[in-house]
């Protein structure tokens, strides 16, 4: 089977989230603190009066696109959010993640769809972000039952006005009881760290949205200037891995590490050699709560041959993942014609998949979660 190389793609993440749960407030504070990356923002309003959009147009310029009176959902269908996305996503602009933030009101369900059926070859989910205001998160749900599927949903949750409630761990616990695997953050003020949701400050070698660089300098160094930036020490509410191996992985082995990934494991992000099962391409891969992705590059003439990783995510025991990936190495010098089967089933090729084949995997989880 010939590969091909597939460029570069700008993250879409979605941002959801019940009616002053705080998400425009956490959009801010992503703008003002991306570390030198460049966000483009769809903002949906609920209402003739775009109030979210203008908060974040002085951030944002001509990077914003604002759609007012009606939620995004409902509004408009795939082809025409593509028409949004090819406005931020031409080369021009130079954007390096796209945060669309949906109305109080929506249905996240219904944006991922959309995403996900996007025809644009620029783009790829980037996961979804659900926003809670702890305060009044009982009450809201409540009278809003549906808020538990919209969590199920998410890849990432937000336990947003934390300083506001009582008790903070109660409220926490009761939010990780409804989730699926989501890792579950603690904020006030929508204060998280932008690097759980894309990479900052960005540098020559990008792995996805987090560099090396900067995994090794916030690992390695305590005291580098990278912490002055967080406020309150955000880099706290997460864990980060960075798996480097010289040995090639075996897609036999590392296909059941990525199906059954732990709870609280956001993202994966790197390149992984498979050796022998393709010796012409690495394989990038791109893993935000289900959502899987590989895709085949051409290695370099001069470039090392090697696996490079990063796992983020809340909660989660770093030394047991590093050992589970040390045990997908593998040097045998002869593949299995088999073994790249696994790892096919989820290498787009823009020429074969439509927009319904894309969006099967999102559609078999939701329809698990309303059955549930």
Known sequence: ????????????????????????????????????????????????????????????????????????????????????????????????????????????????????????????????????????????????????????????????????????????????????????VPATYGRVDPELLFECRPSEERVGQLSFDDLHRQDGDAGHDAHIDHVDHLHTAYDSLSFVSEVPLDPRRLMPFLDSRPEGLYRIKGYVDFGPHDPANRYSVHAVGRFLRFYPEPWGPAEARRTQLVLIGSGIDTAALAKELEGCENDAPHADERGMWGVLRYVQDPEEQTGEEAVEGMDEAVDAVERA
Not at 35 to 51: K, L, P
Not at 93 to 119: H, K, N
Not at 167 to 172: E, G, I, K, T
């Open 1 to 184: 089977m010939t590969q091909r190389s597939t460029p570069q793609q700008i993250p879409v993440v979605v941002l959801a989230g019940f009616l002053g749960s705080g998400k425009t407030t956490l959009l801010n504070h992503l703008l003002h603190r991306s570390g030198g990356s460049r966000i483009g923002a769809i903002v949906n309003d609920f209402g003739a009066i775009e109030i979210d959009a203008m908060a974040v147009a002085g951030a944002l310029g001509d990077s914003t696109v604002p759609l007012g009176n009606g939620c995004l959902c409902c509004a408009v269908d795939a082809s025409e959010l593509d028409v949004y996305l090819e406005r931020l996503a031409r080369p021009s602009a130079r954007i390096d993640v796209i945060v669309t933030e949906a109305s109080g009101l929506a249905e996240p369900g219904e944006l991922v769809r959309m995403i996900l059926a996007s025809e644009h070859p620029g783009i790829v989910y980037g996961g979804l972000v659900e926003v809670v205001d702890a305060a009044e998160f009982e009450e809201t749900r409540a009278r809003h039952p549906e808020i538990d599927r919209h969590l199920a949903l998410a890849d990432l949750v937000v336990v947003n006005k934390l300083d506001r409630t009582s008790d903070p761990d109660r409220v926490l616990g009761l939010v990780r009881s409804l989730t699926d695997r989501a890792a579950v």
